[in-house]
């Protein structure tokens, strides 16, 4: 007890005592002296001590801010960049989408050319079984769209490749099924109906070069000098042969199996009714009669009485500005 009470005595005196300062304004000026009690001192330091841990936290605090909106800056920007990539992806599944429509109806008439069953559209596009989807293994509760939109996307894709899968396997009864059937093969629409011309219209929505509105074109055209020869694309029967009206002077193929193709705005029209006639014969010659603009071949292809995109049908890659007619 007594040492404490010893140390408590020094700390009194040395607080008690005075330091001076002296201070001189220059070379020749006046020295002046200033006292200072002792215990201003170690105050003095405590206070300087106080003063940069506090300004070194604020400094801290302000580097940490820094790097937080730094690191929210780059979050955003890849986020942004995710979502324009799964915009992308999600085109790309689209256009698969449209393209698995298109064999998915090729298929069937391939299907009724090998005189095999039907299979429902709703079979095949549910396509078979598989391993459980990725959303079902994920946490359904995320509250990120994106990561929404990424599920639902991916999901997609997994059922478009167990279509693909059911369809190839469909795909292979078919071709062991029709073996050598050339004759059947050849009342399949497959080549261009004029050799020498340009494309010039495509298959859908359009806008009409009359009434200027949205319009749905059923075919496609082909633009060619006044008089060159168009073609059957198939095997057929000739089963209109004269004036339509829109289409002008007209002649309609019927291939079998559901499948029937018309070549419009003929000038002249070179078979009748009741005709048959096959892939690569003369039927007609271009023209500019019914409903048109300037001289093309309006070329259809209907199956099972629905209108369909005849490039699926064009192998040979269309005319050809240099062709021989």
């Known amino acids: 007890m007594s040492k404490l009470f010893e140390q408590i005595r020094r700390i009194a005196n040395r607080a008690r005592r005075r330091y001076s300062i002296m201070v001189m304004s220059?070379?020749?000026?006046?020295?002046?002296?200033?006292?200072?009690?002792?215990?201003?001192?170690?105050?003095?330091?405590?206070?300087?001590?106080?003063?940069?841990?506090?300004?070194?936290?604020?400094?801290?605090?302000?580097?940490?801010?820094?790097?937080e909106d730094a690191n929210v800056a780059v979050l955003t920007e890849q986020?942004?960049?995710?979502?324009?990539?799964?915009?992308?992806?999600?085109?790309?599944?689209?256009?698969?989408?449209?393209?698995?429509?298109?064999?998915?109806?090729m298929g069937q008439v391939f299907r009724n050319l090998a005189n095999l069953e039907v299979i429902p559209e709703e079979v095949?596009?549910?396509?078979?079984?598989?391993?459980?989807?990725?959303?079902?293994?994920?946490?359904?509760?995320?509250?990120?769209?994106?990561?929404?939109?990424?599920?639902?996307?991916?999901?997609?894709?997994?059922?478009?490749?167990r279509q693909a899968a059911f369809q190839g396997s469909k795909l292979e009864e078919v071709v062991e099924a029709m073996g050598e059937t050339k004759n059947d093969l050849a009342h399949i629409p497959s080549t261009s109906p004029i050799?020498?011309?340009?494309?010039?219209?495509?298959?859908?929505?359009?806008?009409?070069?009359?009434?200027a509105k949205p319009t749905m074109h059923r075919g496609v055209d082909f633009s060619a000098w006044r008089g060159t020869p168009v073609y059957a694309t198939a095997n057929g029967t000739v089963v209109m042969a004269g004036r339509h009206g829109v289409l002008g002077n007209l002649v309609e193929i019927d291939h079998g199996n559901g499948?029937?193709?018309?070549?419009?705005?003929n000038s002249r029209v070179l078979v009748k009714v009741g005709q048959r006639v096959e892939?690569?014969?003369?039927?007609?010659?271009?023209?500019?009669?019914?409903?048109?603009?300037?001289?093309?071949?309006?070329?259809?292809?209907?199956?099972?009485?629905?209108?369909?995109?005849?490039?699926?049908?064009?192998?040979?890659?269309?005319?050809?500005?240099?062709?021989?007619?």
């Open 26 to 67: 220059g070379p020749d000026g006046q020295l002046r002296q200033f006292t200072l009690p002792g215990i201003l001192i170690p105050l003095a330091a405590g206070l300087t001590v106080l003063g940069l841990l506090g300004g070194g936290a604020i400094m801290l605090d302000w580097a940490n801010g820094r790097v």
């Open 124 to 161: 095949q596009r549910l396509g078979v079984g598989g391993p459980p989807s990725f959303s079902e293994l994920q946490d359904e509760a995320s509250p990120s769209p994106l990561i929404h939109q990424a599920r639902n996307t991916l999901n997609r894709l997994e059922e478009l490749n």
């Open 259 to 265: 499948i029937l193709t018309r070549y419009g705005h």
């Open 79 to 105: 986020n942004h960049r995710l979502e324009r990539q799964l915009a992308e992806i999600r085109a790309t599944v689209e256009q698969f989408e449209e393209r698995m429509g298109d064999n998915l109806q």
């Open 195 to 211: 050799r020498k011309g340009l494309f010039s219209s495509a298959y859908g929505t359009r806008t009409d070069p009359f009434t």
């Open 279 to 325: 892939r690569g014969d003369r039927i007609a010659e271009v023209g500019s009669t019914g409903r048109s603009t300037s001289p093309h071949c309006h070329y259809e292809i209907h199956v099972n009485g629905r209108h369909t995109n005849p490039w699926r049908y064009i192998l040979d890659g269309g005319p050809r500005v240099n062709a021989e007619a």
